[in-house]
């Protein structure tokens, strides 16, 4: 696997068990009991609602009431977790955005066994990771179903989705983990997705998710053009634009070397 080159000093570090990860070295301070928004998101089928009551049985995980229909609310260390279940059929997809200001992370969930949707899956997280309000946000990609025999590895996996180029894109730190959330009623606590969130709570930056929605400048500006594009392409039998623009990165942008 070669190396990734961002704006900070990366490190690409293997894990137990094949897990694998791109991060920027940054050292983030831990605040006592930080409220933070992780969208759950994948295609439909991925696995994304039996990820999410497989973490309920995680160790040191605690399961807080009052949540939301299609929200479950963890504290997990420090962190009081809201994760949002967004369903991931064609036509469900548009809806995803107008949580992406709030979120503080993703959980992008693959069924690591579907190769005829890879490439539906890959152009989905391109979509995902490149809007305006993704783009530098911390992404757990959970590569489900390992328990299948027809699984792809997290290293082939990052060759499908093409995983090196979006993050260097899109400056998101990103980590990927092997799972199977559904297992038998005897199996331990689901230790490498538990692992993967951990990782992602620690990479949220300290400051707030940014809120784009009301500081957007009025007009058609970029983000209403791209807005525009992705209601056309998140319905069904969306395709991906050849030669898209990428939006602007700015200084301190991403780059390769050589
Ligand atoms: N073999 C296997 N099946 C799984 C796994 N995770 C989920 N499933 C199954 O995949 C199907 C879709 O799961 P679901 O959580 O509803 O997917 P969602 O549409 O992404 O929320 C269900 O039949 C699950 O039982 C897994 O790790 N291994
Ligand atoms: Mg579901």
């Known amino acids: 696997m070669g190396r ?31 409220k933070v928004t992780l969208l759950v998101l994948g295609l439909d089928n991925a696995g994304k609602t039996s990820i999410i009551m497989d973490l309920d049985r995680g160790e040191g995980v605690e399961v807080l009431p009052m949540a939301q229909p299609a929200q479950t609310r963890l504290r997990v260390e ?8 967004l369903p991931g059929a064609p036509r469900s997809r548009s809806a995803w955005r107008s949580h992406y200001s709030a979120a503080h992370g993703l959980l992008f969930v693959l069924d690591s066994s579907d190769l005829a949707r890879m490439e539906e899956a890959r152009r989905v997280l391109s979509r995902v990771l490149s809007h305006p309000d993704v783009s530098g946000k911390p992404l757990l990609l959970l590569a489900n179903k390992q328990d299948t025999a027809s699984a792809l590895l997290p290293c082939e996996l990052i060759e499908r989705l093409s995983l090196e180029r979006l993050v260097n894109e899109n400056r998101s730190p990103c980590r990927i983990e092997p799972c199977a959330a559904k297992r038998g009623p005897t199996a331990g606590p689901p230790r490498t997705t538990l692992q993967g969130l951990r990782w992602l709570l620690r990479t949220i930056p300290a400051a707030p998710a940014p809120q784009p929605a009301a500081a957007s400048p009025p007009g058609p500006g970029p983000r209403a053009a791209r807005g525009r594009r992705e209601e056309e392409e998140e319905g069904e039998g ?19 070397r050589g």
């Open 4 to 34: 990734v080159w961002g704006a900070l000093e990366p490190a690409v570090v293997s894990g137990p068990q094949g897990s694998t990860a791109f991060l920027w070295d940054a050292h983030i301070p831990l605040s006592l009991h930080r």
């Open 78 to 85: 420090r962190f009081e977790v809201t994760l949002l279940d």
């Open 238 to 256: 969306e395709e991906e634009r050849p030669g898209a623009a990428k939006p602007s990165r700015g200084a301190g942008g991403i780059r390769r």
